[in-house]
Structures are given as structure tokens and as C-alpha cells.
């Protein structure tokens, strides 16, 4: 990603998104955003994109081992949902009192 502009993307932490695109592809279930990394264009989400982690043992974790984790998928695939249509949908944002707040496109509804 370039590093002239900070990008600016609709999905927040605590997000309800589904995942358009990949092996995790469901259009019908709606998982939680756990992490976005803005300079990278990319988020962590619940259950999506697991990788295995092999951990040494160490003085917090003594036993060591293979750990699962949720690995990283590019902000493109995915899209918020919403609750009231029951279906992803686009975003707008408006100003409201000196705020900005985003709109899903197909309801309406204010995100919060």
C-alpha cells in the first residue's frame, strides 16, 4: 500500500463482516473483526484464514506445541453486514452533529 495517504476503510475492531472472497467464503454467516492493520490493507477475523503456529516452550507458555490462529486476509474480501436486511452491504458516511458516522447502503441503519 502506499504510504503517502492514510487509507480510510468502513470496517472497524468489533465489526460484524462476512467474508466475500477466499477459502472461507460464506455469504450468510457473520463473523467478528478481531484486528484491522490499516498500513497493510488487511484484517484478522473469528475463525477465518486458521494457520499453525508452533511455539518453543517458554516460561508463560511451558508446555509449547502447535497453536491455531487466525491469520490475516486482505480488507477487499470482506463486507459488513447487516443485521436488519439479513445480507452484506456497502457503506456510506455521512456527518451527523460534527460526526461521522457510516450508513449501510441497503437498510439505511447507522452502524454502530
Given at each position: 500500500?502506499?504510504?503517502?495517504?492514510?487509507p480510510k476503510f468502513?470496517?472497524?475492531k468489533g465489526d460484524n463482516v462476512v467474508v466475500i472472497a477466499g477459502d472461507d467464503k460464506d455469504l450468510k454467516k457473520p463473523r467478528?473483526?478481531?484486528e484491522v492493520i490499516v498500513d497493510?490493507?488487511?484484517v484478522v477475523v473469528e475463525g477465518v484464514a486458521i494457520a499453525t503456529k508452533h511455539t518453543k516452550p517458554t516460561a508463560q507458555n511451558t508446555?509449547?506445541?502447535i497453536v491455531k490462529v487466525e491469520a490475516s486476509i486482505s480488507i477487499s474480501n470482506v463486507m459488513l453486514w447487516d443485521a436488519k436486511t439479513g445480507s452484506a452491504t456497502k457503506v456510506t458516511r455521512?456527518?451527523?452533529n460534527g460526526k461521522l458516522v457510516r450508513i449501510a447502503k441497503k437498510s439505511g441503519e447507522v452502524i454502530k
Open positions: 500500500m502506499s504510504t503517502r495517504f492514510k468502513n470496517i472497524k467478528k473483526v478481531l497493510k490493507g488487511r508446555k509449547g506445541g455521512t456527518r451527523e
